[in-house]
């Protein structure tokens, strides 16, 4: 069984920082791309950043030059630091992985509150 489980998240003032962490396990993830979405009150889902098991980053436009994600193959693990956090930052952060070969294999956490506020 697939799970992905997060934490980090939490509280912060605009310009701080955050670090949130992702576990995955139940299956090899060599052919996931990992990522994280978010989702603020009243919006709509949103892509934050994935990662490929290269390496290669793929950042929303809002969070470029901020976030920064990385990964650890051998611990299946995916980390998403976030620096110089604004208010419109918060969300509820959901961890994903899908599959690039079958994208019908795409797995959620269940998510993790970032509010940031003064």
């Known amino acids: 069984q697939v799970q992905l489980v997060e934490s980090g998240g939490g509280s912060v003032q605009p310009g701080g920082s955050l670090r949130l962490s992702c576990a995955a396990s139940?299956?090899?993830?060599?052919?996931?791309?990992l990522g994280w979405y978010r989702q603020a009150p009243g919006e709509q889902h949103e892509l934050v950043a994935t990662?490929?098991?290269?390496?290669?980053?793929n950042y929303a436009d809002a969070v470029k030059g901020r976030f920064t994600i990385s990964r650890d193959n051998a611990k299946n693990t995916v980390d998403l630091q976030m620096n110089s956090l604004k208010p419109e930052d918060t969300a509820v952060y959901f961890c994903?992985?899908?599959?690039?070969?079958?994208?019908?294999?795409?797995?959620w956490g269940q998510g993790t509150q970032v509010t940031v506020s003064s």
């Open positions: 994903n992985a899908r599959n690039i070969v079958a994208s019908t294999f795409t797995f």
């Open positions: 139940g299956t090899s993830f060599r052919l996931y791309v």
């Open positions: 990662i490929t098991s290269g390496g290669s980053p």
